[in-house]
């Protein structure tokens, strides 16, 4: 190419560079706070989790003066109470699972070659609602009304009985504000690895990272609605006596750990995937080589993510399950290490394979073998029950936590943060700080957690503030907490490098690692629409570096190498094939989300004061303010296929059948459905298992009232049908609309009775408390049906809504006919209560 080509090409590079930059950019000032680009809020999410990290970390500190010698009187019980079980919380709420969203939000839009993700305005309110759900807890401490009974909130201690004050309402409410925002992005990033990839990127020639991030995501969408549940049941009984916790009316504590567990074991292989996917992205660039075992690893991580949701009575082997239940539950336990060994051995002859070179990133991978070897050892003994006896509820399970939560995760993040530095900022490493940081780092780390180990095979028991000093623990704790002091510094010179490296760090060059995914093939640091062309996936593009690629779509060579109607474009594609299938058009910058997160944290704050009707009032607004955002997404107009570039026309994702909405309300179903089966699950084991139900008479409940809100469900699923046909039809859907309203309304009529009449009263025993959560359930899902609804009747009167263009009628016919499907489980149960007791031998 001669020197006037390389110009005009340049020329034409720039120019579009400064097209985009005006549609995509975010604006200065106040118009920050409006930001919805992935890489924005990926990066605020990162500084955020590292602001809580340090928060916790100092609490940390803490905990370890506190037990660095005997008798010391440096904290008084109930404020050591506070700040252990904020460490816990804050460590895993507020850093660990946000951090791990953050890598996530941040980087793989761009690994997977596309320009953001399907709902920026949802990943825009997850990050609000986390950083205010944060803040509530965060506040609480400094109140001195923080929550103080243990990062896991076990019943009875949490209950009303035994912590009055609002402590607990702090964890119930400030937890499930930061789970649901969670849970969001986990939709978010599920619908948009399966929806918005480089075209031809089929699942089989995804990068490993984007498998890894997709499982993690389906696995929060599975595994946080049991606590959301639990949660939600154990702030309803301390508010307003339901007693589904309580032994005394019915309920049953261990319910708790249940529901607990349900979530929290596969937490900890919802921290440790994004980490490893991490190490399989980094470990290849360093080797000199591709990954060995990709469609095996595949496999394992597929696999570890369902054998996690099966073990998870691992965490209450003491409680008093049968022993057949034991003896299933710790088999599950040893055999969940198998997939876990596929991955470490993967890696192991990546390395032995090819030819490593040594970095700063790999000094931590490094750390992260040591470490999370000696966290599965120990895995492997608590998976066995008669040590799980002896040693639980000691510190040796603390340390065991520890290296294999804290240790898989901050290594591997320490990695991944030094490796791709130069994409966040444009700066390239300087590692005069950084090596001796790793290495204060390492040795703190063992030097604190392996002497917990000794302390607890000695019997030192977990959540203790204080001991006498003639147990033999004095020299091995005072050990420990200088090993914290040792991590704490490496952690403060790492701060210092990374500070350092921003201000003099000199300038990165592309593609600085010589890697082999998309997101060196960019500007560095990105711009805000990340690609100024889509790449294609294909045999063209096998093997071609990153950094040369850069240039042909710098230039506007690949797909969507254009503007129009200064709209915010990308590509979605079929989920499997990862051929193109629509064009989405995605929205622009909007307060709306900060508006609705600081209205969502109103009704938490009002439901913790207990102005119950105020919290109410705000919810609604909530609701609205969803309704109010939605009014405007998508096209005006229909336009059927349009040029994408490369000789390909598609659809606006407004007129195509999977669209990325049409995905997400599957997801969020999912998410629900689990939360059902869970409420389902709680009412089975209370009947099971709860106290006190020999004496009580089973409830009647009115069949009539049963039997109309199950007949209104069935006649509102007929009418959306008929709604969305007339849509279709080019005919008028009011009629349908307006019916399917009426039979919901009357549904909700029919709860709300059958839960005045039953008998016992909810707040009287955990039988009617049960019933009255299932009906509640059918209630509310109805209520939103009508939501629905209303956003139906707006959109097509503002006409979002046409013969093509009929999402909205098809999302709204999926809810209602999930609604009929709970409800009709819901309301069986609630008939079926008197039979239930007496099959399952309690007689009345």
């Not at 949490?158 to 702090?170: K, L």
Request: glycine letters at 10%.
């Amino acid at each position: 190419m001669s020197g006037t080509d390389d110009a005009r090409a340049e020329g034409s590079a720039l120019r579009l560079h400064r097209q985009l930059s005006r549609i995509w950019a975010t604006g200065p000032g106040w118009q920050r706070f409006a930001a919805v680009n992935h890489s924005v809020i990926g990066v605020r999410m990162m500084v955020t989790s590292f602001v809580f990290f340090a928060i916790a970390g100092v609490l940390g500190m803490l905990t370890r003066v506190q037990l660095s010698t005997p008798h010391s009187g440096f904290l008084d019980p109930e404020t050591y109470n506070q700040v252990f079980t904020m460490h816990g919380s804050m460590m895993l709420f507020l850093f660990a699972i946000p951090m791990v969203e953050s890598f996530a939000v941040y980087l793989t839009p761009k690994i997977l070659g596309t320009r953001d993700f399907a709902f920026p305005r949802l990943t825009a309110y997850g990050y609000w609602c986390y950083l205010f759900g944060g803040t509530i807890l965060t506040w609480s401490l400094i109140a001195g009304v923080a929550p103080n009974g243990g990062w896991f909130m076990y019943t009875p201690l949490s209950s009303r009985a035994f912590t009055p004050g609002i402590n607990s309402d702090v964890w119930l409410l400030g937890i499930t504000f930061v789970e649901i925002s969670a849970l969001s992005l986990a939709v978010e990033i599920t619908v948009s690895i399966l929806k918005m990839r480089a075209p031809g990127m089929s699942l089989d020639r995804m990068p490993i990272f984007g498998w890894y991030i997709l499982v993690t995501a389906m696995m929060m969408i599975v595994a946080f609605p049991p606590l959301i549940l639990g949660s939600i049941l154990l702030e309803i009984e301390r508010a307003f006596g339901l007693p589904f916790f309580d032994p005394t009316r019915g309920g049953d504590s261990l319910l708790w750990q249940h529901l607990f567990w349900l979530f929290g074991h596969p937490d900890v292989y919802i921290i440790f995937l994004p980490m490893a996917a991490v190490l399989s992205t980094i470990i290849p660039v360093f080797a000199n080589r591709s990954l060995v075992g990709y469609r095996a690893i595949v496999v394992a991580i597929i696999a570890l993510g369902f054998l996690s949701f099966g073990i998870w009575v691992h965490h209450m082997f003491t409680v008093g399950i049968p022993h057949l239940a034991l003896a299933f539950f710790s088999a599950g336990s040893a055999i969940v290490a198998v997939p876990t060994a596929v991955q470490i051995f993967a890696w192991l002859a990546t390395l032995s394979h090819g030819k490593p070179r040594w970095d700063v990133p790999m000094l931590y991978i490094f750390g992260f073998f040591f470490v999370f070897a000696m966290g599965g050892l120990t895995g492997v003994m608590l998976a066995m029950v008669p040590f799980d006896w002896q040693a639980h509820d000691t510190y040796f399970v603390v340390a065991h936590m520890h290296y294999v939560v804290a240790g898989a995760l901050a290594f591997p993040m320490m990695a991944g943060l030094y490796y791709w530095l130069p994409l966040l900022t444009g700066r390239a490493a300087v590692h005069r700080l950084s090596v001796p940081a790793f290495w204060l780092i390492f040795i703190g780390f063992n030097l604190t957690f392996f002497m917990m180990h000794l302390t607890g095979l000695m019997g030192m028991p977990r959540r203790i503030y204080t001991y006498n000093g003639d147990e033999g623990w004095n020299a091995l704790n005072l050990l420990s907490s200088v090993g914290s002091f040792v991590m704490t510094i490496g952690f403060g010179l790492l701060v210092i490098d990374l500070i350092v490296q921003l201000r003099y760090g000199r300038r990165a060059r592309r593609d600085p690692w010589r890697a082999q995914t998309f997101e060196w093939a960019m500007r560095i640091p990105p711009a805000p629409y990340a690609f100024a062309s889509i790449p294609h996936v294909g045999v063209q593009t096998d093997g071609v570096a990153p950094g040369d690629l850069a240039l042909s779509l710098a230039r506007g060579e690949g797909y969507l190498g254009f503007v129009r109607n200064g709209w915010q474009e990308t590509i979605g594609v079929h989920a499997t094939s990862g051929k193109p299938d629509q064009l989405v058009v995605l929205p622009n910058p909007t307060y709306l989300p900060l508006v609705t997160a600081i209205v969502t944290a109103g009704a938490v704050l009002a439901m913790l004061f207990s102005f119950y009707f105020l919290s109410l009032a705000l919810a609604l607004v909530t609701f609205c303010l969803f309704i109010f955002a939605g009014q405007r997404a998508g096209l005006p107009r229909d336009y059927g296929p349009l040029p994408v570039g490369l000789g390909v026309s598609v659809p606006p994702h407004t007129e195509v059948a999977s669209s990325p909405a049409w995905l997400s309300l599957i997801c969020s179903l999912v998410a629900n459905g689990t939360l059902f089966t869970s409420l389902v699950f709680g009412t089975f084991y209370l009947r099971l298992a709860g106290a006190h139900w020999q004496t009580m008479t089973p409830p009647e409940p009115s069949r009539l009232l049963a039997f109309g809100a199950i007949a209104g469900l069935a006649v509102a699923a007929v009418a959306s049908r008929g709604a969305l046909k007339a849509v279709i039809a080019g005919r008028s859907a009011m009629g349908w609309i307006g019916l399917t309203a009426l039979m919901l309304l009357a549904t909700i009529v029919a709860t709300v009775g059958l839960i005045m009449g039953l008998a016992p009263r909810p707040t009287e025993h955990a039988l009617g408390s049960t019933a009255a959560a299932l009906l509640g359930y059918v209630g509310l899902h109805a209520f939103i049906g009508l939501l629905f609804l209303i956003s139906n009747v707006l959109r097509i009167g503002a006409g979002f809504v046409s013969q093509r263009r009929h999402t909205d009628l098809r999302l709204t016919r999926l809810w209602i006919d999930y609604t009929l499907a709970t409800g009709v489980i819901a309301l069986g149960l609630v008939l079926a209560l008197p039979a239930l007791v007496t099959v399952l031998g309690v007689r009345p």
